[in-house]
């Protein structure tokens, strides 16, 4: 409670504790479920750097319930106590989803009486433990597609699959962003590059933001991207030849000099410093306008939030630097996540350690707490169960102030619907929503939910091809594209489906826009594109990409275009001379 009053916070701001040790110890990571109860993952077997893991403990995860609506827990339960090196958590289709390198986890738990229904499942495997052993996978969460989206820093590389999978069946994992599909039981290794990502978001159009440290703090998550890496670890792949920069304008340490000198206060001036853990995009009901849409970020050494205002640049978007939002004079603030909950208020969890990575001080295992921040005095929200109301109540909540409701919304009608439910009223109306509701917002809201649960079939998503709206044109091409293999460029390895042909039409339908549209987020989400068509396909988009002149200075563009070109060179050299005749793009032509 002194450390939460001590907080530097903005004008009608307060910080309450939500729990504390003995009640919570070692958080390192949370989530929700359809009730409105945190769930928090506890790391007791991390360990000093000689030791790595201290494999005679076991972690646990722990149920918090606030049913007064106070802000504070008043029930607390142990879901389990019997995994180790857990990084994350995630609840939905009937369980529970662990993060416990070399492996990812399911408990199921089908009745949701919190307790397991069987022993924990291993769903993939390959996630590699290395020297940097806290750079490992970690940050479960389900995006707005359907899939499980996990994170992994560039030192612990990894050969992911199913469990039994072939060396040639796995997916390399070289830092950056991964996810599964929990219904068809695909892995994809979305990027590469970066250091120890430890926090990610999406925003109110579905764009992937996550963060990183020690080599740029900030990152579009674009699907098949090289991103820059520490110069000790290069890209897997040497025909990259350039990797993309980071996506914020400013750096929170002194990059004349060495990282590992940002700390003990002396990037202050500059936000903080190189380490950030945890993120989110606020995008509750709670805190003033003026902060939605905004990124936050826990700045390690810092001990603060900075705050990243996120803007539209060329393909993407560029992160400006913000007036950091909270401080902590507490020595031990060592803040690790960030979640929007059921009122709108923000929590925050605190590792409460007075180390780094390492703990070089010792292993203090019996700290740990997480606050929650509040503007003014949050509405009461009575006890709730979203997976007891019924569709069309499930339907409603997708326009509701507090993105919160929204994503558990859908994560249950999506779990409905593998369960094998119609749903016929649900998909109605989400489909006027689609169509009738002005807001684009709402719009892709809608649309995501009826393609998770398979109702927005190809017809359909072609026919948005043509829509007026930047963001609903991006999303029709990446859903239609959803199942095509993703090539592994980062390796050098050709895409896993060689047999794979993309449909003529749709094939057809993306070069004509690829050559017409007006929008450069949808030519980068069409050169994402280029890398989930077979070699022998790629050349007509690519060709109508390369020919936009006004993209040759694009932050993203050139290289992401190169990359999806990478194998083309191995299947047809001179189709890709003659393409670079008539690109215009001058770094692609180089590479080319």
């Given at each position: ?6 907080m530097?916070?903005p004008?009608?701001?307060k910080a ?6 003995p009640?919570v110890?070692n958080?390192?990571a ?5 009730r ?10 991390y ?5 790595k893991?201290e494999l ?14 106070d ?5 607390r ?6 995994v ?9 289709h009937g ?11 399911f408990?199921p ?14 769903v ?10 806290h ?7 389900f ?11 560039g030192s612990?590389?990894?050969?992911i ?22 219904g ?6 979305l990027?590469?590059?970066t250091?120890?990502?430890w ?6 159009h ?6 990183n440290t020690?080599?740029?703090?900030l990152?579009?998550?674009?699907t098949?991207?090289?991103?820059k890496?520490?110069?000790?670890i290069?890209?897997p ?8 920069e ?5 750096w929170?340490?002194d ?26 995009i ?6 003033p306008?003026?902060?939605r ?5 826990e700045?390690?050494h810092?001990?603060?939030l900075?705050?990243e205002i996120l803007?539209r640049s ?8 913000g007036?950091?939002?909270?401080f ?10 960030l979640?929007?909950g059921?009122?709108?208020?923000v929590?925050?969890?605190d590792?409460s ?8 001080t010792?292993?203090?295992?019996a700290?740990?707490r997480?606050?929650k921040i509040?503007?003014g005095e949050p509405?009461?929200v ?7 109301l019924d ?5 409603k ?5 507090n993105?919160w ?5 859908r ?10 439910l ?12 689609f ?7 709402n719009?892709?809201?809608a649309l995501?939910?009826?393609?998770v649960?398979?109702a ?12 007026d709206?930047?963001?609903?044109r991006a999303?029709?091409?990446?859903l239609?594209?959803?199942a095509?293999?993703?090539?592994t460029?980062?390796?050098q390895?050709?895409?896993a489906?060689?047999d794979?042909?993309?449909?003529a ?12 549209d007006?929008s ?8 994402s594109?280029l ?32 990359y ?16 670079a ?9 180089k590479?080319?």
């Amino acid at each position: 409670a002194e450390a939460a009053a001590k907080m530097q916070l903005p004008l009608g701001f307060k910080a309450n504790v939500f729990a504390a040790e003995p009640d919570v110890q070692n958080p390192i990571a949370m989530t929700w479920d359809a009730r409105g109860r945190l769930w928090v993952a506890e790391n007791y077997t991390y360990a000093e750097q000689s030791k790595k893991f201290e494999l005679g403990l076991r972690d646990r995860v722990l149920i918090f319930e606030d049913a007064k609506g106070d802000g504070h827990f008043s029930s607390r339960k142990v879901f389990t106590d019997d995994v180790q090196m857990l990084s994350s958590v995630e609840v939905g289709h009937g369980g529970v989803w662990l993060m416990c390198p070399p492996q990812l986890l399911f408990i199921p738990d089908r009745n949701g009486d919190d307790v397991p229904d069987a022993p924990a499942q291993v769903v993939l495997d390959g996630f590699a433990l290395a020297d940097m052993y806290h750079n490992f996978a970690n940050g479960l969460r389900f995006g707005p597609d359907g899939w499980l989206y996990g994170r992994c820093g560039g030192s612990c590389p990894g050969e992911i699959g199913l469990p039994g999978a072939t060396k040639e069946q796995r997916v390399p994992l070289r830092g950056g962003i991964w996810r599964y599909h929990p219904g068809r039981k695909v892995v994809e290794v979305l990027n590469s590059g970066t250091t120890n990502p430890w926090g990610h978001d999406w925003d109110a159009h579905g764009e992937l933001f996550f963060i990183n440290t020690v080599n740029g703090h900030l990152w579009h998550g674009i699907t098949g991207s090289h991103l820059k890496r520490i110069a000790s670890i290069p890209d897997p792949n040497p025909r990259a030849y350039e990797l993309i920069e980071q996506h914020a304008d400013h750096w929170h340490f002194d990059t004349a000099g060495e990282w590992s000198k940002s700390r003990d206060g002396s990037a202050s001036a500059l936000g903080g410093g190189h380490a950030h853990m945890g993120m989110m995009i606020y995008q509750g009901d709670n805190w003033p306008a003026e902060y939605r849409g905004v990124l936050f970020t826990e700045n390690f050494h810092g001990r603060r939030l900075n705050r990243e205002i996120l803007e539209r640049s060329g393909s993407g978007y560029v992160g400006r630097h913000g007036q950091d939002f909270l401080f902590s004079p507490d020595p031990w603030f060592r803040g690790l996540d960030l979640s929007t909950g059921p009122d709108g208020g923000v929590f925050l969890m605190d590792w409460s350690d007075t180390g780094e990575c390492h703990d070089f001080t010792g292993v203090h295992r019996a700290s740990g707490r997480i606050f929650k921040i509040t503007h003014g005095e949050p509405k009461r929200v009575e006890p709730f169960d979203l997976a007891k109301l019924d569709e069309r109540a499930l339907v409603k909540l997708h326009s509701h102030a507090n993105e919160w409701f929204v994503r558990q919304a859908r994560l249950e009608l999506a779990g409905r619907a593998a369960n094998g439910l119609a749903l016929k009223d649900a998909k109605a109306q989400l489909r006027a929503m689609f169509e009738q509701d002005a807001d684009a917002v709402n719009k892709l809201r809608a649309l995501w939910t009826l393609f998770v649960m398979g109702a927005a079939d190809g017809k359909f998503l072609v026919a948005q091809l043509h829509h007026d709206n930047e963001h609903v044109r991006a999303w029709a091409v990446r859903l239609l594209s959803d199942a095509w293999p993703l090539d592994t460029t980062m390796s050098q390895r050709p895409a896993a489906s060689a047999d794979f042909q993309a449909e003529a039409a749709t094939l057809a339908a993306f070069v004509r826009m690829a050559r017409e549209d007006s929008s450069a987020l949808v030519r980068l989400v069409l050169a994402s594109a280029l890398q989930r068509l077979p070699a022998s396909q790629r050349i007509g988009l690519a060709g109508a990409l390369v020919a936009h002149a006004e993209d040759a200075d694009d932050h993203n563009l050139p290289l992401l275009i190169w990359y999806g070109l990478i194998h083309v060179g191995d299947a047809d050299a001179l189709a890709l001379a003659r393409l670079a005749e008539k690109c215009a793009l001058p770094i692609t032509r180089k590479f080319i």
